[in-house]
């Protein structure tokens, strides 16, 4: 009897633990609010922090520095860049439904970003010594400067959790390949799965966005399978 009670209990401890564990709040997932303000990482989550110590460590002393250029980011911030990207490719003449494909090549529609997580990230190599121009696809293939990197974390990056989100496979869909950004999978699986729950209408506010008024119904359709959904498969549920 008393063993029964103790497995009860046991259990009604970790479903309610795991229940707390996938929650996470509509202002998280849209990038209103950072779960925790790290200075030292670019405001990355606790648990991505100390994850990321131990495989930036590893890489040291293989002579891999790793750098997190991009952590967090808000969705004001996704905003600005939008906006920015909006006006640049107006000027040179794209049409507004062009501009918004331009931009959908490397950049989120504000509020869908998984750099409003916490959990994802884009990394160089600070030993290779490049300042500018850092994330271009050509400086992580063999004779670039992160390549080094790029084959250290093709090895080891997993066993620490993390993982590339848009890769290099040609039947892929939605952002192009993007050597630099890694994801830490105990931490985004369980939050694309509830950003999946999401309307994704209901996160993005039109009239703050150029072009805002084209972000619905067919078009976001499409943008949520390919985009979104269409990552590295370790990424997903
Ligand atoms: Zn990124």
Known sequence: MMKIKVFLLCWVF????????QE???DLLSG?????????????????VEAFKKMAEAAAK??????VVSGFRSYS???????????????????????????????????TSRHHWGTDMDLVDEA???TEGLLVADKFEDGGPFAKMKQ??????????FFLVYTNDPDRKGFHYEPWHYSYAPLSKPMLKAFLELELESLIEPAELYGGQLLRGRLLEAYKNEHIM???PQLKN
């Open 14 to 21: 970790t479903s309610v633990l795991c229940s707390h564990a």
């Open 24 to 26: 996470f709040s509509v």
């Open 32 to 48: 209103r609010v950072a779960v925790a303000m790290r200075d030292d990482l670019s405001g990355l989550q606790p648990e991505v």
């Open 62 to 67: 293989e002579g891999v520095v790793l750098k």
């Open 77 to 111: 911030r996704q905003a600005e860049i939008w906006n920015d990207k909006y006006k640049t490719y107006r000027k040179e003449g794209l049409t507004p439904l062009q501009v918004v494909e331009r931009i959908t090549e490397y950049s989120t529609i504000p509020g």
């Open 128 to 130: 290779a010594g490049e």
């Open 152 to 161: 250290w974390m093709d090895a080891h990056a997993g066993d620490y959790g």
């Open 230 to 232: 269409d990552i590295n």
